[in-house]
């Protein structure tokens, strides 16, 4: 069953093939859900937390459970929302910098999947590369 967003944006700002199997590829990006890293840019250091739900009645997103992530439960496509919360760790506190949120589709293609990426809005914060890289990072 494909699990499809009816809002998804008709331009996406990035395409990219990734060499694993639909449903791999999937738990992959699900393992994201509720994970928190730490960077250093420049001088600051920005504390990532990152948030994944999935399409869940063509109008709205929910949360990722292990039922959905079986084999044969999600075929040809599926659409995930990604948020990005990034925070600046200072002396005071906790200072948000970036609170974007992406759009992604996964389009089962045999051995591999091809992912569109498109970000919610404009502005600063992070780009469809920048999530492009958090993709490929993800797990190690």
Do not use: C, H, W
Not at 33 to 59: H, Q
């Amino acid at each position: 069953m494909r699990r499809i967003y009816y809002r998804f944006p008709q331009r996406v700002d990035l395409s990219f093939a990734m060499g694993m199997p639909f449903i791999e590829t999937l738990r992959y990006i699900a393992e994201l859900d509720n994970t928190e890293s730490t960077k250093t840019t420049g001088k600051e250091l920005v504390k990532v937390k990152t948030r994944v739900e999935i399409a869940v009645d063509r109008a709205s997103f929910g949360e990722i459970t292990t039922d959905l992530l079986r084999p044969g439960a999600i075929t040809e496509a599926v659409d995930l929302r990604v948020s990005v919360l990034a925070l600046a760790l200072r002396g005071g506190g906790k200072v948000p910098i970036a609170n974007d949120i992406f759009y992604l589709r996964l389009t089962d293609q045999v051995s591999r999947t091809d992912i569109d990426i498109a970000k919610e809005g404009r502005g600063e914060g992070l780009d469809a590369l920048d999530m492009k890289n958090i993709l490929l990072g993800a797990g190690k």
